[in-house]
C-alpha cells in the first residue's frame, strides 16, 4: 500500500472498482473476506493522492472509517457520466 501510496502521489490516474455489492454485507460494510479493501480505499481517498476513485454499487458502502461521498446515477450512459465529472470540475 505504500508503495501504490507513493505512486498515486506523482501520477494523474483514475480507478474504477465496479459492482462492489458482493464484497458488501447487510449493513453496507466489507464482510470478512474482502476486509483488505478498506486500506485501499483509505490510500486511494487520501487526499494528497492524484487519483479519481469511482466506486459502482448497487447498495450503499457505508464502511465505518472510510470518508465517502455518495452519488446517485441516474443510469451509466456517458450523459450520466459527462453530468458526474462536471459536476466534480475534472475533464471527460
Request: aromatic letters at 6%; zero cysteines.
Given at each position: 500500500m505504500?508503495?501504490?501510496k507513493r505512486q498515486l502521489h506523482n501520477r494523474r490516474i483514475g480507478v474504477l472498482i465496479d459492482n462492489l455489492e458482493p464484497a458488501l454485507d447487510?449493513?453496507?460494510g466489507l464482510?470478512?473476506?474482502h476486509r483488505n479493501y478498506v486500506e485501499l480505499l483509505?490510500?486511494?481517498a487520501d487526499a494528497r493522492v492524484q487519483s479519481v476513485t469511482l466506486i459502482t454499487s448497487r447498495d450503499r458502502l457505508c464502511e465505518p472509517g472510510?470518508?465517502?461521498s455518495h452519488y446517485r446515477l441516474p443510469g451509466l450512459d456517458q450523459t450520466?457520466?459527462?453530468k458526474f465529472f462536471s459536476n466534480r470540475g475534472l475533464g471527460f
Open positions: 505504500g508503495r501504490l447487510q449493513q453496507g464482510i470478512a473476506s483509505r490510500v486511494l472510510l470518508n465517502v450520466a457520466w459527462q
